[in-house]
């Protein structure tokens, strides 16, 4: 089944820049559109950025031109630069399989621990 291992949040302050990485594993990564996606307080969970298997990224309009998305087949890893980062980024991230994947509905039944973001003003 389809396994996510987030890591690299933390506290920073806003125009700061963070790094998260994503493991995953029980999928044919090099195959498998990735995504990153965020949880607020008080909100839903949204869509931040993805990358096909061919490694081109889509962003959301609130992250794109500060967030760039990458991937390394040869370590089933995705990564999320994070840039400029402001307090409305705070969240909790987490990556999971492309919506649009063959394996989207594992993948909702096992989002991973997520990693937080907090930015202070």
């Known amino acids: 089944q389809v396994q996510l291992v987030e890591s690299g949040g933390g506290l920073v302050q806003a125009g700061g820049s963070l790094r998260l990485s994503c493991a995953a594993s029980?999928?044919?990564?090099?195959?498998?559109?990735m995504g990153w996606y965020r949880q607020a307080p008080g909100k839903q969970r949204e869509l931040v950025a993805s990358i096909t298997s061919a490694g081109s990224g889509n962003y959301a309009d609130s992250v794109k031109g500060r967030f760039v998305i990458s991937r390394d087949n040869a370590k089933n890893t995705v990564y999320l630069q994070m840039n400029s980062l402001k307090p409305e980024d705070t969240a909790v991230y987490y990556c999971?399989?492309?919506?649009?994947?063959?394996?989207w509905g594992q993948g909702t039944q096992n989002w991973g621990q997520g990693t937080q973001v907090t930015v202070s003003s």
């Open positions: 029980g999928i044919v990564f090099r195959f498998t559109s």
């Open positions: 999971n399989v492309g919506p649009t994947s063959y394996y």
